[in-house]
């Protein structure tokens, strides 16, 4: 088994940690990190334990995270989990934390996402196939959200996967649609694109605050 470091904080990945199922039992202990992003794909451990940047990821994100959990509650399509929560799936030999995920009612009561357990109670992770993920492109996670987790999300079941990179001059918003052969992009129209999953289009728009920072907001159509 490999273990790819990005940034390391002093991570000591136990050596019984030789799998995905010794990932996950890792994972749901004391011992695991709080902080950084550790993970399980394409059969190795990933530690990635960089500080998030302001304006071109935490920033974004908690665009995406208050837009998406008012569409959510207000249609009472399901739950919104932000950044933070374990997620996993066996099949794809995947333990993830995206940077949000979304879970249908439907998809919680027909047990195709299901909650597992923490050791001390309450529930500590989602293990199934999700409805839709979203990842932020950081300087350190490119390889990791545009090419590693595209497998590992469509090997997941994973419906519908959510890109965004705003580095620099970018401004990039895509959706990939599951279908038998690997994901689809979703083509614009007018510089929106649309989701099956909420039935809604969505448009990524920056601007500048009253102070020179980037904000974004996040349309609804």
Not at 66 to 71: A, D, K, P, Y
Not at 154 to 177: H, M, P
Request: aromatic share 12%; hydrophobic share 40%.
């Amino acid at each position: 088994m490999n273990t790819f470091v990005v940034d390391d904080d002093a991570v000591v990945v136990p050596s019984w940690v030789v799998d995905h199922s010794a990932f996950r039992r890792w994972a749901r202990s004391e011992d695991f990190p709080e902080t950084g992003s550790v993970c399980f794909l394409n059969r190795g451990v990933w530690v990635d334990m960089s500080k998030e940047q302001l304006f071109s990821h935490n920033q974004v994100k908690h665009e995406y995270d208050f837009t998406l959990t008012s569409l959510i509650r207000a249609a009472k399509l399901g739950r919104y989990f932000p950044d933070g929560v374990l997620y996993s799936n066996d099949e794809a030999g995947l333990t993830t934390q995206p940077d949000g995920i979304f879970i249908s009612k439907e998809n919680f009561a027909s047990g195709k996402v299901r909650l597992v357990k923490g050791a001390r109670g309450g529930f500590v992770e989602l293990q199934g196939s999700a409805d839709m993920t979203l990842e932020i492109v950081s300087r350190s996670s490119v390889r990791k959200d545009t090419i590693d987790l595209v497998e590992q999300y469509w090997l997941a079941g994973v419906e519908e996967y959510w890109l965004v990179d705003v580095r620099g001059q970018r401004l990039d918003f895509a959706i990939y649609r599951y279908s038998t052969k690997g994901y689809v992009p979703v083509r614009k129209h007018n510089g929106a694109v649309r989701s099956a999953v909420f039935g809604r289009s969505f448009r990524l728009e920056r601007a500048q605050d009253e102070l020179g920072h980037p904000a974004y907001t996040l349309h609804v159509q």
